[in-house]
């Protein structure tokens, strides 16, 4: 009996043009985010974060990915406390 290794498919940067567009599995996509494929998908499923749902099998495009990273982003102190103080319109 041989087993077959998968090699792993060639995936782009999703801050490229190709990226942008391309649609990652929860495993690829976690090489670029701070959680696990699992965690991804549980994320997924409560709708925490953005994804696609092709084929019934959860995706993301790297327009995602860019969304999700910048939702983890924390900002300096001093922009925090500049909005704080701005007037509501």
């Not at 290794?5 to 985010?33: D, K």
Request: no cysteine.
């Amino acid at each position: 009996m041989s087993t077959q290794t998968e090699t792993p498919r060639e995936v782009p940067f999703p801050g490229t043009p190709e990226g942008e567009v391309f649609h990652y599995t929860p495993e690829e996509a976690a090489r670029f985010l701070p959680w696990s494929a699992l965690q991804l998908k549980r994320k997924a499923y409560r709708r925490e974060v953005p994804f696609n749902e092709g084929a019934r099998r959860i995706t993301f495009t790297g327009l995602d990915i860019r969304e999700i990273s910048g939702m983890t982003a924390v900002r300096p102190l001093a922009e925090t406390v500049r909005s704080a103080k701005a007037p509501a319109a």
